[in-house]
């Protein structure tokens, strides 16, 4: 099925131009179809365009392998170690089948990260008239603060200050939907429509509605190089799509290109910047993006092909024709029309743009890949020319390399950036040596560009940062100490403290933290939540995105990377409702600024963390205990408020890291009957530990009430401060003797909780 929004002047029009290249180009396609069933890709395709579609699926290859892990075919095994690129004299049709076949059927699982990755940077273009929302298209960003869609979707800059771009309206794992995030269109900012190539380039909002940032979600960058995609029946394309406004979907593999302009022929003239393709789409896929197999956009969804009879008429599916005002739905849709990549890029540099908007997007043009589907190239390796076996070397020439001289570089001398040392023996072998360093953390291997504030962070800014107040309470309290034998690796110390006194101590407005070394998270994030503060403000007022400190190396934070594409969001230790108030609302925003630092976040699955859309009539989530924790609060005036992971050796691997299995929550107070604490256990094994191989109920984790002293005994923090404040009542002798130490209660409601 294909894609007309609506059967209106314009829409037709272009239905009818793509079913007029389509009729004429049927001889066209006829021959390549049959060069296809005589395995004679070089007939069907130029030879130059499909050395440069080789190469690109070499590099591919290259990008997620290893000397170890080569490649079992054999001819693609040749084109990965032999160190020059294909080129067109040399290609045969064995050489093109192979390569094709090598890389369609049999695709590591990174393919589908890299799908999942790309799949982020699409979204649904909604139209709001008065009060309601109305989808109308897909769009898809393709740089910074660019959006790409068709101009039959947008026309004009009228019709997008209208819109909105909504992204995350899709559902996760286990069908929970995620939460759309709505970005405003600027067309003010970036607008330009080209109706011949039926595309539009609109500015978007740098940070959405709900105070969430658009550099979260990458971009699909727009090449205009050839390679991406070949016309063969072994050469696949996918689409990413909202079809009829629904959540996002994809149409995987199996679609391929049916035509396009491959050459100089006259014959091609027809197709211009089009192609054709095969793919299930909808009402709403207008302007989605057509990446292939590399998930590189190859080209924007735009119309529908519709089958006709002699006359040019439209069919419909039962063989009738169908006439204007017939259901569009009814339509014999054959094939899909999409405007390539190169033809919009050139017409984006030609365009007549003012400068600031001429700036934006030639920076968006310019700028590298917003996503996973471009990894970054692996570490330097020996280039390795094998032996060809004799069936090969006919196949797949490879000119011998000319001795030559042995140069090095001393790393003593490099600059910092880095050295090569080339030598040449019977191979040639480069490597490249890093400059030293000076940290001892762990790097973090390497991801997407996180998002910070445009501001500069430094530790002298945060100076005035006082943190945890011990005497908030109006009693001494302080911040829980060290045990002599930690086992996780102890405090990480302060490497660039804003006090000179501050050696593993992170202060924040209203609250502070200490890291564990060995996991690059809190042990400890404690608050002073003052109810009868007279400003608060909210979660959008100057708070996100999330950020590093600058007193501590940034690889000893776990920072966006570690909850992109998986089923972790970013948790909150000390609370964001609970840190955004203060005595003026500057202060109330640098609470709520500063509660956005990776040190005050741990990965929790996303069933836990979200209380709003998964809170029931029992106390299941975590956010449940905070609300009722915050009413507890309002009634006592002041709390101080302990939070952070319990670190354990079975915890959950995460790339590098270990998600925790349960975090703690310990509330201390000042009542008319003097101090008390409470603590709290919450559990996300069995969530955690589950994945991603059985589906799960969110009520499978539980909160339990636990002494503090109990609590402490899982902990390298020394509690006993807090334990002697503890308000859990102390098992009886009778219920010890008869089932043991009883030192947790689970809480099913607030009435379970013993104060």
């Known amino acids: 099925m294909a894609d007309i929004d609506s059967i209106d002047s314009d829409i037709l029009r272009r239905t009818q131009q793509a079913a007029a290249r389509w009729q004429a180009r049927a001889e066209v396609r006829d021959n390549r179809s049959e060069a296809l069933r005589d395995g004679k890709p070089t007939k069907a395709d130029t030879p130059s365009r499909l050395a440069a579609r080789v190469n690109n699926l070499v590099d591919d290859v290259r990008r997620v392998s290893d000397p170890e892990h080569l490649p079992s075919n054999p001819v693609l095994r040749e084109l990965v170690v032999r160190p020059a690129p294909v080129v067109a004299e040399e290609l045969t049709d064995r050489i093109v089948n ?103 380039l609109v500015a978007v909002a740098e940070v959405s509605a709900q105070g969430n940032p658009l550099a979260d979600y990458g971009w699909l960058p727009l090449n205009e190089a050839q390679g991406k995609i070949s016309i063969s029946d072994k050469d696949y394309i996918n689409i990413i799509q909202h079809p009829g406004g629904e959540e996002k979907q994809v149409v995987l593999r199996n679609n391929r290109v049916l035509d396009m302009r491959t050459g100089n022929d006259p014959q091609d003239d027809v197709m211009g910047s089009f192609l054709h393709y095969e793919a299930d789409t909808a009402k709403g896929s207008s302007g989605s993006p057509v990446p292939s197999d590399s998930w590189k956009v190859v080209a924007l969804h735009h119309s529908g092909v519709p089958r006709m009879d002699e006359q040019r008429r439209w069919l419909r599916r039962d063989g009738a024709i169908w006439r204007d005002g017939d259901n569009p739905d009814d339509i014999d849709w054959i094939a899909n029309e999409a405007v390539r990549v190169s033809g919009i890029v050139g017409a984006i540099r030609l365009a007549k743009l003012d400068p600031p908007a001429r700036a934006v997007v030639d920076a968006a043009l310019a700028a590298r890949p917003g996503m996973g589907w471009s990894p970054p190239a692996p570490p330097a390796r020996p280039t390795i020319t094998e032996t060809l076996s004799p069936t090969l070397t006919e196949a797949l020439p490879i000119s011998p390399q000319p001795a030559q001289t042995v140069s090095t570089v001393s790393p003593g001398t490099s600059s910092g950036t880095g050295a090569a040392i080339s030598l040449d023996i019977p191979l040639r072998v480069t490597i490249e040596i890093a400059p030293p360093d000076s940290s001892t953390v762990p790097a973090i291997p390497p991801t997407r560009p996180d998002v910070t504030f445009l501001e500069r962070i430094t530790p002298a800014a945060m100076a005035d940062r006082k943190g945890y107040d011990p005497d908030f309470l109006g ?126 976040c741990a990965p929790q699955h996303y069933l836990l963390n979200r209380s709003n859309a998964y809170s029931g009539a029992n106390l299941l989530l975590w956010g449940d205990l905070e609300n009722y924790i915050s009413n507890q609060g309002a009634r006592l005036g002041r709390l101080a408020v302990f939070n952070g992971p319990v670190f354990g050796p079975a915890d959950k691997p995460l790339r590098d890291a270990l998600v925790p299995l349960s975090f703690y929550k310990i509330v201390a107070w000042s009542g008319a009957d003097g101090p008390g604490a409470i603590g709290f256990v919450l559990d996300q094994a069995e969530l955690i530990e589950a994945l991603p191989e059985r589906r799960l109920d969110p009520g499978i984790f539980s909160i339990r009430q636990r002494r503090i002293e109990a609590i402490g005994a899982d902990l390298d923090l020394d509690l006993r401060d807090l334990a002697a404040l503890d308000r859990m009542p102390a098992p009886q002798a009778s219920r010890k003797a008869a089932k043991g130490t009883r030192d947790s209660i689970e809480i099913a409601s607030v009435a379970d909780i013993r104060m």
């Open 475 to 600: 009693f001494s309290l302080p911040l829980p100490g060290i045990k002599p034998k930690p086992g996780f690796g102890g405090l990480l110390a302060v490497t660039q403290p804003s006090h000179p006194k501050d050696s593993h101590e992170l202060r924040y407005q209203n609250y502070s933290v200490l890291m564990c070394a060995g996991r690059r998270m809190a042990y400890l994030s404690a608050c002073n939540v003052d109810f009868m503060a007279p400003a608060t403000v909210t979660r959008e007022e100057d708070g996100d995105p999330w950020r590093f400190d600058p007193r501590i190396p940034s690889a000893a934070q776990l920072g966006a990377g570690y909850y992109r594409d998986n089923d972790y969001d970013k948790g909150h230790l000390s609370r964001r409702d609970d840190l955004a108030r203060g005595p003026t609302r500057e202060a109330a925003i640098a609470g709520n600024k500063d509660s956005f630092f990776w040190t005050n």
């Open 98 to 200: 192979e390569a094709l076949i090598a890389t369609a059927d049999f695709l590591s699982v990174e393919f589908l990260e890299r799908g999942a990755m790309a799949a982020r940077s699409v979204g649904r273009i909604l139209i709001e008239d008065g009060g309601r929302r109305q989808p109308i298209g897909t769009g898809f960003l393709v740089g910074p603060g660019l959006m790409l869609t068709n101009q039959h979707v947008l026309p004009s800059a009228r019709r997008a200050a209208q819109c909105i771009l909504q992204m995350d309206y899709e559902l996760r794992l286990f069908g929970a939907p995620r939460a759309p995030q709505d970005f405003a269109l600027l067309p003010d900012r970036v607008f330009l429509a080209n109706y011949d190539l039926d595309f539009a």
